[in-house]
């Protein structure tokens, strides 16, 4: 069982940077793929990015490209989401996730295991 906590989440304006982390429990987290999502306000959750479990594979969704980038370090079974030029957009709930098969999924119901979310709020 994999128990995922993340942070880093706040509010800053439009334009900065935030970087979220997302801490594993558990001995396995080197074999697992993670991932990161979203949810604004009244809209369904959605996918932002996603990190094989060696790192040598990474996808983004295209809203997000170039802005931000994933990366995981499995000595502290962390992985992270540095958010740069941020906007309003942005805004919303992140949550990371595991997947226990080591992929880079896009796809929600391939993470067995989610975290709690942690709010990002960008203003205008």
């Known amino acids: 069982q994999v128990q995922l906590v993340e942070s880093g989440g706040g509010l800053v304006q439009a334009g900065g940077s935030l970087r979220l982390s997302c801490a594993a429990s558990?001995?396995?987290?080197?074999?697992?793929?993670m991932g990161w999502f979203r949810q604004a306000p009244g809209k369904e959750r959605e996918f932002v990015s996603a990190?094989?479990?060696?790192?040598?594979?990474?996808y983004y969704a295209d809203s997000v490209k170039g802005r931000f980038l994933i990366s995981r370090d499995n000595a502290k079974n962390t992985v992270y989401l540095q958010m740069n030029s941020l906007t309003p957009e942005d805004t919303a709930v992140y949550y990371c996730a595991a997947n226990p098969r080591g992929g880079a999924a896009t796809a929600e119901n391939q993470y067995d295991h989610w975290g709690q979310g942690t709010q990002v709020t960008v203003s205008s």
């Open positions: 990190i094989i479990w060696s790192g040598n594979a990474i």
């Open positions: 558990g001995r396995t987290f080197s074999s697992y793929g």
